[in-house]
């Protein structure tokens, strides 16, 4: 199971995902395709379209982005990207967990 955790506070947010999905073999697993997808994109639009400062490790299975003092630019990315997997959450429950703190 992919675990997925955002947490928020007022001058740092991490986002972190562990696991993997097991929805089928790897090179064909639609769901971690679908997560890792998200994260990638979250990271490059950070990179690109703020100024933020970003730290991004992103490992199978285990990545975590920090944003240090991060403005509305990137509350809004990660917003969009928690909505995202939210999504795939709600249609494979059974292999994505989300929480929001």
């Not at 639609?30 to 979250?42: D, F, P, Y």
């Not at 990179?47 to 400062?53: A, C, F, G, P, S």
């Not at 809004?76 to 494979?92: H, K, P, Q, T, W």
Request: glycine share 4%; with cysteine; hydrophobic share 40%.
């Amino acid at each position: 199971m992919i675990k997925i955790d955002v947490k928020r506070s007022r001058d740092h947010i991490a986002v972190s995902c562990v696991g993997h999905a097991n929805y089928n073999t790897v090179g064909q697993d639609i769901v971690c395709a679908a997560i890792s997808s998200l994260l990638q994109t979250l990271c490059y639009s950070l990179e690109e379209l703020t100024q933020d400062n970003v730290n991004v490790c992103l490992k199978s299975g285990n990545s975590l982005i920090a944003i240090y003092k991060p403005t509305s630019k990137s509350q809004l990315l990660v917003d969009s990207f928690f909505i995202g997997c939210r999504e795939i959450a709600n249609v494979y429950s059974d292999y994505v967990e989300i929480s929001k703190n």
